[in-house]
């Protein structure tokens, strides 16, 4: 799936060529093998996936410019992986679910919206531009949701958990937006009006 639309920038965002990387609690050290993606929370089933087991699940690729809250973006990035809202279907996600927590292998965190999360072109990204992700670009997996910042695309994820109330992540926690949309530059929370979903 691509973005069809010619590019439009996002208010306050510029493009640059590449993206610069960030590892704010350091590039965890990881064994393929012993590797494992969990769904849990609130859901019937319990999932667990070795990437090889994750490779084999089915994928869609989403061609979308990718956008940092540092207010960077890179145009035209493909992302390949698989729809967040299979692993919804495969665990059973109870009705009482509004949030997705994204863990991640070095302790980072980011709720992210469940209708976010299970729209359309949001992935757990295995592949970027053709190729498995690097190490420091998050392999490997990450989430990505092309209308959110890049801090809700997750490096390193490990866990995705269905909850029903508002948690802070990481950088929730240190004033960033509860939900993150580009369009909206949702960059900051706004102390007079939470989300209370």
Known sequence: MTQDKETIVPPGQYFIKNFIVYSVLGTPLIDKERYRLRVTGLVERELEFSYDELLRLPQIKVTADSHCVTKWSVKNVTWEGIPIRIFAEMAGVKPAARWIMFRCLDGYTTPVPIEDALSENAIVALRMNGESF???????????????YLWKSAKWLNIIEFIEKYIDGYWEARGYHERGNIWLEERFKNSSEKHHR
């Open 134 to 148: 690097k190490l420091e670009h998050g392999w490997p997996a990450r989430p990505f949701i092309p209308h959110l």
